[in-house]
């Protein structure tokens, strides 16, 4: 079974702290995603990677950045924290070229106050 | 599948009746279709997918069809149950588009017991 981890389910910061969600899969995926969800705008694509050290933005991809270093692990970082970056975050990961299904961790629901 | 504004289209059945979930995709070069369900508190998880090659797919009391005349997707759950009270998402997958996948804003299914 393919296992996607993410670091926290809950976590709540303040405006203009540094926060990183870290995200981990165990199947040897070559891509991985972040997303956020709202209520009623569905899952949006902040950035993906398709390789280590390789990232690509998404559609949403202001205020954020990612890192990865290992194959397994792909971390999203809110570089100063903000209020309208309160939402659900989900991490996915998936198998080659386009064309195969994404496995999605929990998710992170992060609050900022 | 296309944003629908802040309110989920839902969809309310009797337990052990057959449920319809219908989805509208926007790109005729989709070449791949999935269908993710989302239980409350829980990441997407992956029901069934399709190819554009074929017009219909089952599996364990699912069924997927795929109009691409029309662009239409739908999926069927048969004899549902309360377990599947969730929401529904469809997403395509356009070839020509790598990995980025677009996701539907979603359907929620609530079984009647």
């Known amino acids: 079974d393919v296992k996607v981890t993410q670091s926290s389910r809950y976590l709540v910061k303040r405006t203009g702290e540094k926060v990183f969600l870290e995200c981990v899969q165990d199947?040897?995926?070559?891509?991985m995603f972040w997303y956020r969800q709202d209520p009623g705008l569905g899952l949006r694509l902040i950035y993906f990677?398709?390789?280590?050290?390789?990232?690509e933005k998404g559609d949403i991809p202001e205020g954020y950045s990612v890192s990865r270093e290992k194959k397994e692990r792909f971390s999203l970082i809110l570089e100063s924290a903000s209020t309208n970056q309160t939402s659900m975050y989900l991490c996915?990961?998936?198998?080659?070229?386009?064309?195969?299904?994404?496995?999605f961790g929990p998710g992170t629901r992060l609050t900022v106050t | 599948g296309e944003s629908v504004g802040l309110h989920l289209p839902t969809l309310s059945v009797q337990e052990g009746d057959n449920s319809i979930i219908n989805c509208a995709y926007s790109n005729s070069a989709s070449d791949y279709f999935i269908w993710y369900k989302q239980e409350s508190g829980k990441g997407p998880q992956f029901i069934i997918d399709?190819?554009?090659?074929?017009d219909k797919r089952q599996g364990q009391r699912v069924t997927v069809l795929l109009n691409k005349t029309v662009k239409h997707l739908s999926l069927q759950i048969a004899a549902t149950q309360p377990g599947d009270s969730a929401v529904y998402f469809c997403a395509e997958n356009p070839y020509t588009g790598g990995f980025k996948t677009i996701f539907g804003a979603g359907t929620r299914l609530f079984v009647k017991a």
């Open positions: 399709i190819r554009s090659n074929m």
């Open positions: 996915a990961s998936s198998f080659g070229r386009a064309g195969y299904e994404q496995y």
């Open positions: 990677s398709y390789d280590v050290k390789m990232k």
């Open positions: 199947m040897d995926h070559e891509n």
